[in-house]
Every structure is written in structure tokens, then in C-alpha cells.
């Protein structure tokens, strides 16, 4: 993930069947701190990178609310 890159921000649809990809970025605040990237997705959990793409462990999708795509 390019930190240099605009990120557009959207509220995370927890209701939806698939609310995430792999390749999305995921916080808690739109824009804020930190930034994680998804690098998998097993039902509502989801396995984390951050930034320099180190993979961060499994965290619950419920910790998250926003979803944003990079351009």
C-alpha cells in the first residue's frame, strides 16, 4: 500500500455478505491512523498488512468502519 496514493473513504456495510476483498484498506476513522490492507478474508475476520505490507495478524471486521479504495 502507497501511503503517497488518495484513498477515498466509505462507511463499512457489516450487513452486507461480503463487506471486504483482499487488496481493500481498512480503518477505524476515515483516514485515520493506522491504515491496515486486507490480505485475507475468513468470514468476519480478517487477516491484516500494514503499510510496508508486514502482515499484522487476524483481527475481527467489527473493529473496523471504514473501507476505502486506493487510486
Known amino acids: 500500500m502507497a501511503v503517497s496514493h488518495a ?10 455478505e461480503q463487506p471486504v476483498h483482499v487488496g481493500d484498506v481498512v480503518s477505524a476513522e476515515p483516514g485515520g491512523m493506522p491504515i491496515y490492507k486486507v490480505m485475507a478474508v475468513a468470514g468476519r475476520e480478517v487477516q491484516l498488512a500494514n503499510e510496508r505490507n508486514a502482515p499484522v ?3 475481527p471486521l467489527d473493529r473496523f468502519r471504514w473501507r476505502g479504495s486506493e487510486h
Open 7 to 16: 484513498i477515498d473513504w466509505v462507511l463499512l456495510d457489516h450487513a452486507a
Open 57 to 59: 495478524g487476524a483481527l
